[in-house]
């Protein structure tokens, strides 16, 4: 790090948008940091300001409002693992944040920071995106509201102005679906994922899937919901010969926006893998 970086922490958010709105281009905005200061010690981030928005009062909460499940965005992961109304309204979102990095990580990093980063690997994406979240941006003029999948436009690069901040997520809450998220990595700890997936499904009285929602992370270059899947699925009773197809749905869908690549035979059986072990529990046994 330069020797002129100069570090601020505004008390209040307006504050913040005001700066942003004179200095936003030179800026890095940090709240947990475990993405920016990486960034910085490497050289691939060089701003002249570093501002900590750890501590505004705005950026915090979890509540239900106007019917919509609001996530603040400086809300940690491990306060997102806590919550007793996501426990109940979005539990999805602490399913991926149970082996997200380490505690000590999970203490200080931010849902908005993990977004924001746009990593192709970034474990928050698919569940909020299952949840047809929207996410509230607001400069020093006012603010405007975009899909969760609207953020990255291509790997570590968002459609986030300069003079913006993620202030919120607004999410479609559900109670009593089945949902789960799923992730491969390396190892079983401390790993970036190389494939995860979240999903929300609930069958009807005669075991047809009439609410589905599915999206995949890590192995494309954004997050992507895979709405294909869920139009096959829906309207049916899941069995396992209906259940590889889809996954294979899924892979074709992969390969497709990706490429094909040296870990794509890999990747392949992997992501295949990884749904039948997500939504297996769908299937009835008799």
Same mark, same amino acid.
């Given at each position: 790090?330069?020797?002129?970086? &100069?570090?601020?922490?505004?008390?209040?958010?307006?504050? =913040?948008?005001?700066?942003?709105?004179?200095?936003?281009?030179?800026? =890095?905005?940090?709240?947990?940091?475990?993405?920016?200061?990486?960034?910085?010690?490497? *050289? $691939?981030?060089?701003?002249?300001? #570093?501002?900590?928005?750890?501590? #505004?009062?705005?950026?915090?909460? @979890?509540?239900?409002?106007? *019917?919509?499940?609001? /996530?603040?965005?400086?809300?940690?992961?491990?306060?997102?693992?806590?919550?007793?109304?996501?426990?109940?309204?979005?539990?999805?979102?602490?399913?991926?944040?149970?082996? &997200?990095?380490?505690?000590?990580?999970?203490?200080?990093?931010? @849902? !908005?920071?993990?977004?924001?980063?746009?990593?192709?690997?970034?474990?928050?994406?698919?569940?909020?995106?299952?949840?047809? =979240? %929207?996410?509230?941006?607001?400069?020093?003029?006012? $603010?405007?509201? /975009?899909?969760?999948?609207?953020?990255?436009?291509?790997?570590?690069?968002?459609?986030?102005?300069?003079?913006?901040?993620?202030?919120?997520?607004?999410? %479609?809450?559900?109670?009593?679906?089945?949902?789960?998220?799923?992730?491969? *990595?390396?190892?079983?700890?401390?790993?970036?994922?190389?494939?995860?997936?979240?999903?929300?499904? $609930?069958?009807?009285?005669? *075991?047809?899937?009439?609410?589905?929602?599915?999206?995949?992370?890590?192995?494309?270059?954004?997050?992507?919901?895979?709405?294909?899947?869920?139009?096959?699925?829906? !309207?049916?009773?899941?069995?396992?010969?209906?259940?590889?197809?889809?996954?294979?749905?899924?892979?074709? %869908?992969? @390969?497709?926006?990706?490429?094909?690549?040296?870990?794509?035979?890999?990747?392949?059986?992997?992501?295949?893998?990884?749904?039948?072990?997500?939504?297996?529990?769908?299937?009835?046994?008799?």
């Amino acid at each position: 790090m330069g020797a002129d970086l &100069f570090y601020l922490r505004p008390k209040k958010l307006d504050d =913040a948008l005001k700066f942003l709105g004179d200095h936003g281009k030179e800026t =890095a905005i940090v709240a947990g940091g475990t993405d920016v200061m990486v960034n910085l010690r490497s *050289g $691939e981030l060089k701003p002249k300001y #570093l501002m900590d928005v750890s501590r #505004l009062p705005e950026l915090k909460g @979890i509540e239900i409002k106007d *019917g919509g499940l609001r /996530i603040g965005a400086g809300v940690t992961i491990s306060e997102i693992y806590t919550s007793p109304i996501l426990t109940r309204l979005a539990p999805v979102l602490q399913k991926a944040s149970y082996k &997200f990095a380490s505690k000590q990580i999970r203490n200080v990093a931010t @849902i !908005g920071g993990n977004v924001a980063h746009c990593s192709p690997c970034g474990d928050m994406a698919p569940p909020l995106i299952i949840h047809e =979240a %929207k996410v509230v941006l607001k400069n020093s003029d006012g $603010e405007r509201t /975009i899909p969760i999948q609207d953020v990255p436009t291509e790997p570590y690069r968002s459609s986030i102005d300069p003079e913006e901040m993620v202030v919120c997520f607004i999410l %479609k809450p559900n109670e009593n679906v089945f949902s789960d998220f799923q992730k491969i *990595g390396r190892r079983k700890e401390l790993a970036i994922s190389r494939a995860s997936m979240a999903v929300m499904a $609930e069958k009807d009285v005669e *075991g047809k899937i009439k609410f589905m929602r599915l999206a995949l992370g890590s192995c494309t270059p954004t997050p992507q919901r895979s709405t294909d899947v869920e139009n096959l699925l829906i !309207g049916k009773v899941p069995s396992e010969t209906l259940l590889w197809e889809a996954g294979q749905m899924v892979v074709n %869908k992969m @390969i497709e926006t990706s490429g094909i690549r040296s870990s794509t035979v890999y990747k392949e059986r992997a992501v295949q893998g990884l749904f039948m072990r997500t939504l297996f529990s769908l299937v009835k046994h008799e």
